[in-house]
């Protein structure tokens, strides 16, 4: 940490260990313990605070990366447990535990648990502590619930469906109801789309409009060029892109896609961008790679955030990234689409089939010619 703050420039590190709450919290750590541990901040109020100072940590290596949305959604599930009423926290417990962190714990072993996920996961909680408030409020137990009283509350809460119906599908598998009906969650097919014509406009707004930032360039030409969604976008790295002696390359699945010229001009400017490290934060995140670096930069910039950027600027993403996927499908076979921008076979026949059924649906609708006799 010591040579963390001596890399910084002096009245930075100065200003740093004046005013943040991160340095007032080193510092009082320091005084107090022998060492700093995960299991020691782990104890502390999770305040935005005490998130920034273990990051800090572990980008210096002070502290062994870990899972930390794992870690997260269990220290909120303990501390909401804690505070519920004892019936209430004996259905709540088995099922926070049993239903969301046991599958949170087998996706982080895949390195596939997010930040995002860990909020989806809180709220599938919340959402059952609402309705168990609301069974309360009502003098019902549970398993006495009606078929009537539940659609009551579906139709008085039609934010809460979606969330709500993982405590009644873990609820029903145990028989803890009665053979209660409630809307599953399904993805609907994309419904809103571009015209090709208007696809290639924005592209060309993207590659040659210079008033525009640099990032919302670099998103916008891939979503229209590759159907990236800005999800991934986000997450990819400088070695994602390689330089050849003619050609450029970004790598998206297992085989690295060919960049037009403009595009690679744009990123080679993002990367060489140069960052003022001036911050103990800074310095320690100097080392990570990601093309668009988030605060602190040792994450990536967050999707909504991008999403917003993209929308301030009139080239939104995710009807941009439909249209793009609807015109790769239909030129090219589904597996070469899989391989080549890196999704999933079943995801690539699935859009072509929404393709096949919007064209069938466009010719439907299409009167046919008289013919003259």
């Known amino acids: 940490m010591a040579d963390t703050l001596s890399a910084a420039r002096p009245f930075s590190t100065l200003s740093w260990l004046a005013t943040s709450p991160a340095a007032t919290l080193l510092a009082r750590l320091v005084s107090q313990h022998d060492g700093i541990t995960h299991e020691l901040l782990d104890e502390l109020p999770q305040s935005s605070s005490i998130r920034y100072f273990r990051e800090l940590l572990v980008a210096t290596t002070i502290l062994e990366p870990r899972p930390e949305p794992l870690h997260q959604l269990q220290l909120w599930v303990s501390r909401t447990l804690a505070d519920l009423p004892a019936h209430q926290r004996a259905l709540i417990a088995p099922f ?34 609402v309705f168990m408030n609301w069974i309360d ?36 598998a145990r028989r803890l109801t009665g053979p209660l009906d409630f809307p599953t969650r399904r993805n609907s097919p994309p419904g809103r789309f571009i015209s090709n ?27 229209r060029l590759y159907a990236i969604p800005v999800t991934r976008i986000v997450k990819l790295t400088i070695n994602s892109f390689q330089r050849g002696k003619t050609n450029s390359y970004l790598t998206l699945g ?62 939104p993403s995710a009807i941009a990234h439909n249209s793009a996927m609807i015109a790769a499908v239909t030129e090219l076979p589904p597996i070469v689409v899989s391989d080549l921008f890196g999704i999933s076979p079943n995801t690539a026949n699935a859009w072509a089939r929404l393709a096949q059924a919007s064209w069938t649906d466009y010719l439907d609708t299409q009167t046919p010619c008289a013919t003259e006799e």
């Not at 014509?197 to 916008?220: A, F, H, K, M």
């Not at 060919?258 to 934060?281: C, G, H, N, V």
């Open 96 to 129: 926070a535990e049993w239903e969301i962190v046991r599958d949170a714990r087998r996706r982080a072993a895949r390195g596939r648990y997010s930040h995002d996920a860990a909020g989806a996961d809180r709220r599938d909680i919340h959402a059952a502590i």
């Open 137 to 172: 409020s009502v003098d019902t137990p549970l398993h006495h619930l009606t078929q009537a009283q539940l659609d009551l509350w579906l139709d008085t809460n039609p934010g809460a469906h979606r969330h709500t119906s993982a405590l009644l599908r873990w609820a029903r």
């Open 197 to 223: 014509d208007e696809l290639r406009d924005q592209l060309r707004r993207c590659l040659n409009d210079t008033s525009l930032p640099t990032e919302v360039r670099i998103v916008g030409a891939l979503v």
């Open 254 to 315: 297992a085989h690295p896609v060919l960049l037009p010229p403009k595009l690679t001009l744009l990123i080679e400017d993002q990367i060489a961008r140069p960052r003022r490290l001036t911050t103990p934060s800074d310095i320690a995140d100097a080392r990570q790679v990601y093309l668009f670096p988030g605060h602190p930069p040792s994450r990536p910039r967050s999707r909504s955030a991008m999403s917003g950027a993209m929308a301030r600027y009139g080239l």
